[in-house]
């Protein structure tokens, strides 16, 4: 049988609450998970981009997916943060003059134009560090296999960030790229540590191989619709809204959904996805309601 996300009210379900609510735990983590210590220029700049805000959507997919399938928020906590860890850094990074050279992210000057690039790439290389070392030593009743599977995962997400930062690079300033490269870019850029948000929160509550292929299903799906509304913010959006500046993809001449399928289209595309994401797990029942409501919240976000 067909799963259709309308078998699954979503009516009653708070998602502001539902947010804020983690977003809280998750950002009392973060600040718990990184003291400040010897050398503090570079421990301050880390805390500064960690810490910064940002909607902790990676975090929140990781817990949300845990307790769906019986795992509780402390023992996912610590891989949520690490998620957040990797996040930041590639953001830190991605921000750099030798890549996108941005002056603001999370409505705050880059960490580089802080800091200066050096202890900028420092930071970044010190959070992915610390990222591993974190799930590592603070996982607590979780069987050490899946600790072990939760690394490998976040460990294969960091190197497909990395070949879709590359591949993104190559391409700048060619809007003519084919759309598989397009679908590789943004694959391995934004949707693999959705992915892995949510793979290794089924991971630390030990779901089976058929709710695994469920999720993994749900998290391709909202990924490549965070992209597409990512690319139509970037449009639409102003630079206050989002924090950063606004209309960096066409200034870059990147090639993007929208310049492909125009506004409207990659509206509808997205909405699809979001749709299908949400059948993907309408067979968990009331469980999955957080993780539905999420998916609903990726179209309807504003920055
Ligand atoms: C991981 C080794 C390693 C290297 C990183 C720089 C780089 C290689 C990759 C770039 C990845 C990147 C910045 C992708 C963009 C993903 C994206 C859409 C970010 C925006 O995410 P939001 O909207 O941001 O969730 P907030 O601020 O809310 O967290």
Same mark, same amino acid.
């Not at 050279?101 to 992210?105: E, G, Q």
């Given at each position: 049988m067909v799963a259709t996300?309308?078998?699954?009210?979503?009516? /009653?379900?708070d998602l502001k609450a539902y947010l804020t609510q983690k977003q809280q735990l998750v950002e009392v983590a973060l600040n718990n998970a990184l003291p400040m210590q010897y050398p503090e220029t570079v421990f301050e700049s880390m805390r500064y981009s960690l810490l910064a805000? /940002?909607?902790r959507l990676r975090p929140i997919l990781c817990l949300a997916t845990a307790e769906l399938v019986g795992a509780t928020l402390d023992q996912a906590m610590p891989t949520a943060c690490a998620l957040e860890m990797i996040h930041t850094m590639s953001l830190i990074h991605d921000d750099l003059p030798s890549m996108d050279?941005?002056?603001?992210?999370r409505g705050n000057p880059t960490n580089h134009k802080v800091y200066g690039d050096a202890v900028a790439i420092l930071a970044g290389d010190g959070l992915l560090a610390y990222s591993f070392e974190y799930v590592a030593r603070e996982t607590?009743?979780?069987p050490i296999d899946r600790i072990l599977e939760v690394i490998s995962r976040l460990g294969r997400a960091m190197g497909d960030l990395v070949s879709g930062q590359v591949v993104d690079i190559e391409s700048? /300033?060619?809007?003519?790229?084919?759309i598989e490269t397009l679908t590789f870019i943004h694959n391995h850029k934004t949707s693999a540590l959705l992915e892995a948000a949510v793979l290794t929160g089924a991971i630390v509550g030990g779901a089976n191989e058929v709710d695994r292929s469920k999720l993994l299903r749900y998290a391709k799906n909202i990924g490549l619709a965070f992209q597409i509304v990512d690319d139509i913010l970037d449009i639409t959006a102003t630079s206050e809204e989002l924090g950063k500046s606004a209309g960096k993809d066409l200034t870059a001449e990147k090639a993007t959904y929208p310049k492909l399928w125009g506004l409207d289209e990659s509206r509808r595309q997205a909405q699809a996805l979001v749709h299908q994401a949400k059948a993907e797990v309408s067979?968990?029942?009331?469980?999955?309601l957080p993780l539905m409501a999420i998916a609903d919240y990726i179209t309807a976000r504003k920055n």
């Open positions: 996300s309308e078998k699954v009210n979503l009516t /009653g379900f805000g /940002g909607k050279n941005d002056d603001f992210r607590r009743n979780v700048e /300033g060619n809007p003519n790229i084919p067979g968990f029942g009331e469980k999955a």
